[in-house]
């Protein structure tokens, strides 16, 4: 049986969903995009802040499940312009080792609230905890 997962770490969903949904095996993200939890602004200081951010945001979200960046199998990162690629890969790098994610990376046309970067994820719990 799925149950959201809710924290006040991170921003409340804008929208109709949930910051993540568990199955029991799955944790199933929902974007995150760099906005402070506590105001609901989006952060200040371009992408590489908003990348940050979105990446605090969504280790508050796993935490919440009981699990960490470890357990990710699979991100989905949507920027509003390719040049910041670099920049976001970078700072994306600096949270895993290998074995990395799967991972796609796609410029869109635009984002919630303005932003320039917002990801997802998919994790799964390790066998022993299912």
């Known amino acids: 049986m799925s149950k959201a997962i809710e924290t006040n770490s991170a921003p409340a969903a804008i929208g109709p969903y ?5 199955d029991g095996e799955t944790v199933y993200c929902s974007g995150q ?17 908003e990348m940050r951010h ?9 935490d919440a499940a009981g699990l960490g960046f470890d357990a990710i199998v699979k991100t ?12 976001v890969n970078r700072i994306y790098g600096e949270h895993f ?7 796609a990376t796609v410029q869109v046309a635009a984002l919630p609230r303005g932003a320039r970067v917002e990801i997802d994820a998919v994790a799964r719990r390790p066998r022993d905890r299912r």
Request: proline content about 8%; hydrophobic content about 45%.
């Open 97 to 103: 080792e290998p074995p990395y994610p799967a991972r």
């Open 18 to 22: 949930s910051q993540a949904i568990d």
């Open 54 to 62: 979105a990446m605090a945001n969504l280790r508050a979200v796993l």
């Open 76 to 87: 989905t990162i949507y920027v509003t312009d390719l040049a910041d690629f670099e920049i």
């Open 33 to 49: 995009i760099g906005l402070e939890p506590a105001s609901g602004r989006l952060v200040e200081g371009g992408v590489e802040a």
